[in-house]
């Protein structure tokens, strides 16, 4: 993922520059090896396997069957196959950037954090950032700084240079913002992982505990006819949960089935001039029919994975698909259109790339192309969206800018 980052133009972002900020994250508390840290704010580790949940050992059982490697270590750069899924929730509480950065340097008397604030948008001299127009407890007002850092995410972060007038120009002034600068990418690009589930009934017999982990295994592999290591995630989970609404209301097993790098893009235009609307997301799933054809395999597996003698006892029946809509790729795209859903791994709004790229937003160091004080550090810069989760990436992503800021 990251050589091909370098390759568009962004040559420090390859692999081998940005695997120190990787270590410098992470305390991996199971693997001591060159590529894992051990002295970071972030930990890092496995569900043991003798801790494994019966469906757990299952889908494990059934993917080796099939053919798959055994993959212990997910974060090693030549990983594929089934294996613990890497976490960072000791004792169940995910230790977020929140907790594991921000929270020791409260005491910090040059820092000031404050809640419930909203960034209405970028007050500009010329092409010069130099304030932040903001709204809290009701008052609105301006903070002024030198260098000003959008990190609002990967929706957040576009919309808020389309309300300064950072953008497509036609769409920023057809909404009655004056445009400060031109720039088509913003918005455009959005990236994301398309998935969809395939949900299981179990036998009543069968325990599931709704505050045991949802998923500790997952299978990583390459779609056939793929030119992407490793395009394809699946990962299996239950949904015993206890909170109100969830979409599954019974309790079972299911399936997800992950498009790891899509071709189809989205984008993300302005609702209105408000900064109180949210922005409207065209993601575009499954337009592309390659996209398409490797979902379609990836729910075929699943429904081979069942056949494995581990499973028997344990799922009475598949909820869906159903057989008639497996029986064609017609029938199954239908389902697939239907069903698929966010990975909530949205990426790639404002993304990196050189001058020469007529739809980057910022240049390799995150600076606003033809823009003067101001970068975007989050999600939204990457070029492409990685065949992972996208929460260490991001972090990175910060380290590594804030030793060119030093």
């Known amino acids: 993922d990251y050589d091909s980052w370098a390759a568009l133009g962004n040559d420090e972002w390859g692999f081998i520059k940005v695997l120190p900020y990787f270590r410098k994250l992470e305390t991996d508390t199971d693997i001591r090896d060159d590529f894992h840290g051990f002295d970071g704010p972030i930990p890092v580790r496995r569900h043991k396997r003798e801790t494994w949940l019966p469906a757990q050992n299952a889908f494990y059982q059934s993917c080796l069957a099939q053919g798959f490697a055994e993959d212990l270590d997910m974060n090693n750069p030549d990983s594929a196959g089934v294996g613990p899924i890497p976490m960072n929730n000791p004792e169940g509480i995910r230790m977020s950037t929140a907790l594991t950065y921000l929270n020791p340097q409260r005491h910090v008397l040059n820092l000031t954090i404050r809640p419930n604030v909203l960034a209405r948008r970028i007050v500009f001299e010329g092409k010069r950032a130099v304030a932040v127009e903001v709204e809290s407890g009701g008052e609105t007002f301006t903070v002024e700084a030198e260098e000003i850092i959008v990190s609002s995410g990967a929706i957040a972060s576009p919309q808020l240079l389309?309300?300064?007038?950072?953008?497509?120009?036609?769409?920023?002034?057809?909404?009655?913002?004056?445009?400060?600068?031109?720039?088509p990418g913003v918005g455009q690009n959005l990236r994301d992982h398309p998935n969809v589930r395939v949900p299981l009934e179990v036998y009543d017999d069968f325990p599931l505990d709704p505050h045991a982990p949802r998923s500790q295994t997952a299978l990583r592999y390459t779609a056939p006819g793929s030119q992407h290591r490793n395009d394809i995630q699946i990962m299996a989970s239950s949904f015993s949960s206890p909170i109100s609404g969830d979409p599954l209301e019974a309790e079972g097993i299911r399936f997800t089935c992950i498009l790891e790098l899509a071709e189809g893009s989205g984008e993300l235009t302005l609702a209105s001039s408000d900064p109180h609307v949210q922005p409207n997301l065209e993601y575009h799933y499954l337009e592309e029919p390659w996209d398409r054809e490797r979902l379609r395999e990836a729910v075929r597996l699943c429904v081979r994975l069942l056949e494995h003698p581990s499973y028997q006892g344990m799922v009475k029946s598949r909820i869906t698909p159903t057989d008639e809509e497996l029986a064609s790729d017609e029938a199954l795209d239908a389902w697939l259109r239907l069903n698929v859903s966010t990975s909530q791994h949205i990426s790639g709004t404002c993304k990196m790339g050189p001058a020469s790229d007529p739809m980057?937003?910022?240049?390799?160091?995150?600076?606003?192309?033809?823009?003067?004080?101001?970068?975007?550090?989050?999600?939204?810069?990457?070029?492409?969206?990685?065949?992972?989760?996208?929460?260490?990436?991001?972090?990175?992503?910060?380290e590594r800018v804030a030793d060119w800021m030093k």
Do not use: F, K
Not at 368 to 390: K, W
């Open 162 to 183: 389309l309300l300064s007038g950072v953008g497509p120009a036609d769409h920023i002034r057809g909404l009655g913002i004056s445009v400060v600068h031109e720039l």
């Open 360 to 398: 980057a937003v910022v240049d390799q160091y995150c600076r606003i192309h033809g823009l003067e004080g101001i970068r975007v550090v989050d999600a939204s810069v990457m070029p492409n969206v990685i065949r992972a989760n996208t929460n260490a990436t991001t972090i990175m992503i910060a």
